[in-house]
């Protein structure tokens, strides 16, 4: 049961990363210029980092915590937990100067339901 959780938590972590995008584009509807950089080249390290935080690393944690039968698979998964923890509050520090009122709420409930990950897997390995 405990690792059911911990993968909803993972599932709603990967969610709340979706709808961080989605909150980023919203004032396309209100005609608000939204690019960062008119030059029309988009970062590929960029673009790569996030699609590795937002899918690559849930995914990996995911799957540790289905088909890891050892206490190494418990590790990986508490080392991802931590990295995602220590990404949410740096990303939440870096955002919260915005225009964007609505990442306020969801960086606030990132970072809540990060900790909530990172205390859930601690207690998976120390259980095991």
Request: aromatic letters at 8%; charged letters at 10%.
């Amino acid at each position: 049961m405990e690792r059911i959780k911990t993968i909803v938590l993972w599932g709603l972590i990967m969610i709340g990363l979706a709808n961080h995008s989605i909150i980023d584009l919203l004032p396309l509807f209100w005609s608000v210029n939204i690019a960062i950089d008119s030059s029309g080249v988009a970062p590929q390290a960029m673009l790569v980092m996030m699609s590795c935080l937002s899918y690559l690393i849930p995914v990996a944690a995911i799957l540790c915590l289905l088909y890891g039968k050892n206490r190494l698979s418990l590790y990986c998964n508490l080392t991802l937990a931590l990295l995602m923890l220590v990404f949410c509050v740096l990303h939440a520090a870096v955002e919260l100067p915005s225009d964007n009122t609505g990442q306020y709420v969801l960086m606030f409930l990132m970072i809540v339901v990060s900790v909530l990950l990172a205390m859930k897997s601690w207690r998976l390995v120390k259980k095991s």
